[in-house]
């Protein structure tokens, strides 16, 4: 399996208008230039991946699954725009 830039992302103003995807700390772009909708999934991967693997964890581990549905929630939210 290929490594992944680390979260958090967050997007910022691009060229032609079009938003990109970099690290929180703006030290490494993760995607340049794409549409507003995609760069808020893209933004959200991190959190989305975490949330999930939490999610997994809980199906083993009964006892986190409120803090991983509510890392979904946030992962959700995130990637949608709420």
Known sequence: ????????WGIVGGQYG???????????AVCERVFNGNARLIAAAPELLDALEAV???DIYMHERADALAKAR???AKATGE
């Open 1 to 8: 399996m290929s490594k992944h830039t680390p979260g958090p």
């Open 18 to 28: 079009l938003p990109e995807v970099w690290k929180s700390d703006r030290s490494e």
């Open 56 to 58: 997994v964890r809980a």
């Open 74 to 76: 946030a992962a959700i």
